[in-house]
């Protein structure tokens, strides 16, 4: 009997009998849905493969009865998504709302017409992924990547990923992924954002909390930033409110940076630095800039020999033509101030001293 002859019902219902012989199936307990719905059977267009949603049986999500929702769903995909999943309902606030934006997805997201299957499917047969963009070359970062081209490792353009994908402190509570075939942890995509997030460009610290916060999550010891007067040196300048953003970048154009991470404002025509090392701090203190300038002249830019080199007690640190700490270098506003400050309880008599190093008994 066919459902053209017995009606829809005798598709799975019989009077005495299932319409076919129950197979169990770890995502279908009760073996009812299974037995149409595999390679072989007539509905083997959407048959389950060796991939599916975990820890879920079918009829969490289908109903063979609902007709109001396509694939007989209990209710939009969304709605069904969140009602596991609450902890990712910020999606709908963020920029990953994919009905806030559709045409600037690709065209298999735009087809699935719905904010969570935009990036996933709970089914999958192609590459057994349950991203709709496979992970690829040992890393989470493809599905990102798949949009958001310009701002992978070792691509191409202004918004390049620039922070070192292994250089992750031991300690941190943030979510690494494989970097190599050797499953090394490093840095993603998603190590610093959540694509589910409402926050600005998706990062993942506290919507009340200022970037720089993420940050220190790994860089603890610069967290003393937060007592000087770089806290907000970008405030009112044109930039960002975030102590870490206006001297540091994560994505930038690699032919613009200038050692460690560091985004370069232009400095004026005409004027020269030696030391690569020089150069970020004159490009907010120095006239006209983002700050003010050195109330003093600067050391002569001439070559001198540094004693104990490495031990902070026993001298200064000097830099070569490069920007790096030698033996052999020269004087730049790093040898004598810290950017990031030191640990020092902030009261009126040392709160200057949290930008100088600790006196040297090698200065002289």
Sequence with gaps: MTPESGGPCSAC??????????????????????????????????ALDARNHPDITCNVCHNPHET????????????????????????????HNFCSGRGEWPASSRESNDA???CHRPHAREDGSLMRVAPSDFSSDA????????????????????HPRAAV???????????DSAHTKGMGCKTCHNPHAATDRLLRHEPDEPASSLCIQCHTPMQQILLTAHANISQGHGEQGESCKACHAMHADPTALAGKLLAVAPLPAGLVVAPN??????ACHRPEGRAAPPAIAIHPDVPIFAIGVGNADASLPLFDEMGRESMQGRITCKTCHVPHGQALI????????????????RCV
Excluded at 33 to 40: D, K, S
Excluded at 153 to 158: E, I, K, T, V, Y
Excluded at 169 to 179: D, E, F, G
């Design 116 to 118: 969570c299957l935009a």
């Design 13 to 46: 219902h019989m009077f005495h009998r299932f319409a076919r012989a129950p197979e169990y199936h770890p995502l279908d307990t009760k073996g009812q849905c299974i037995t149409c719905h595999q390679e072989g059977r007539c509905a083997e267009s959407k």
């Design 143 to 162: 599905a990102c990547v798949a949009c958001h081209s310009g701002a992978a490792w070792n691509a191409l353009g202004g918004h390049v990923a620039m």
């Design 277 to 282: 090392e020089d150069r970020t701090c004159l």
């Design 346 to 361: 902030p009261t009126l008599l040392n709160l200057r001293r949290l930008f100088h190093r600790k006196p040297s008994n």
């Design 68 to 95: 109001e929702t396509s694939h007989f769903l209990r209710a939009r995909p969304a709605d069904l998504c969140v009602g596991c999943h609450a902890e990712q309902a910020a999606l709908t606030g963020g920029r």
């Design 169 to 179: 402190s031991a300690s941190t509570q943030l979510p690494l992924v494989s970097i």
